[in-house]
């Protein structure tokens, strides 16, 4: 493309509140084969609730639930700002907490009260050696309506399983519309229950669902797309998005993300609509077609 095609590109974009951060990208933008999209905080609002609370085995539902949020009161995740929230807004305490940590990607642990209250994925579960048999029903059905189940332990024991959703963005099914309007494969990556990510993918007419990728996994899902020597763009807003964004042949970032991804990308979306990366993709098609 001409300097003047790309500038007269870059400008028409920066009005539609698109920044190409260089050339190259509204260059190379056009020729993705695929758009990859994180789930949390990309396609979905970042603000889930807690939606389910079920207690098993003879605990108390208000005293799992007290016990669950003083833990995760010391994360950061939103799924436990979620669970906080609802806990609070029920009247539960919040008490003091000891020995708290957090395995990304998993899940929390933390002595409350002096028991252990561990919170997470059936793969943290699982890895603690905490069977979900008891709860693997209805938290499969959870995960059909889109939710993301957790379960929590205490004592060692199996105590509740617990949902939280995650609203979809109002922009997100016309953006993927229009994405395949325009010849596009749409991909979704997240670290969530595959089972909840099927769900939501199919709701939306996604057409390739990788999930439960631990959060130093998206370089590779990003890889395994680019796998046949197809050009893909990922876009994410998140601070494990990082490396995938500089992965992909042109990362995209949401301007309301984190600083951490806005700088690893070549385009950012000053808004977090997502009908600005099917605009983008027409902006870089009609560069590279007036210049031919
Ligand atoms: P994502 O950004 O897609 O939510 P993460 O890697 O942050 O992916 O989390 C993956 C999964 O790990 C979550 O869906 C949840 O099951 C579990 N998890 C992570 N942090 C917490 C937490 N603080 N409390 C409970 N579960 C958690
Ligand atoms: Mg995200």
Redesign the pocket.
């Known amino acids: 493309a001409t300097p003047t095609s790309i500038m007269v590109g870059t400008g028409k974009a920066a009005e539609m509140g698109i920044l190409f951060r260089n050339g190259a990208a509204l260059q190379t933008l056009q020729e993705a084969k695929v758009i990859a999209l994180?789930?949390?905080?990309t396609l979905t609002k970042g603000k889930p609730e807690l939606t389910d609370f079920s207690v098993q085995g003879g605990f108390e539902p208000k005293e799992v639930l007290s016990l669950v949020a003083s833990a995760?009161a010391h994360?950061e995740?939103?799924?436990?700002e979620a669970?906080v929230a609802s806990a609070k807004a029920q009247g539960a305490r919040l008490l003091e907490v000891q020995d708290f940590s957090?395995t990304?990607?998993?899940?929390?642990e933390a002595r409350v009260n002096g028991q252990l209250v561990q919170?997470?994925?059936d793969r943290?579960m699982t890895q603690l050696g905490l069977n979900v048999a008891l709860f693997a029903e209805e938290a499969g059905r959870l995960a059909d309506e889109g939710k993301?189940p957790?379960y929590a332990a205490v004592g060692g024991r199996l105590a509740a399983v617990i949902a939280v959703a995650d609203p979809i963005k109002d922009s997100t099914p016309e953006a993927v519309h229009a994405l395949h309007k325009l010849g596009l494969r749409v991909a979704m990556i997240?670290?969530?229950?595959r089972r909840t990510a099927v769900a939501i993918a199919s709701a939306l007419g996604i057409d390739e669902v990788l999930a439960e990728?631990?959060?130093g996994g998206k370089v590779d899902a990003v890889k395994d797309l680019q796998g046949e020597g197809r050009k893909v763009a990922f876009v994410g807003d998140?601070i494990?998005d990082a490396p995938a964004l500089a992965q992909a042949d042109v990362g995209l970032a949401i301007g309301t993300g984190t600083d951490i991804a806005i700088e690893a990308a070549d385009v950012v979306l000053m808004s977090g609509d997502l009908r600005g990366i099917p605009n983008a993709l027409g902006i870089s098609q009609a560069t590279i077609r007036n210049i031919k």
């Open positions: 994180d789930k949390t905080g995760e994360s995740h939103p799924i436990a669970i957090a990304p990607g998993f899940g929390v919170v997470g994925a943290y993301t957790l997240t670290g969530d229950n990728v631990l959060p998140g494990n």
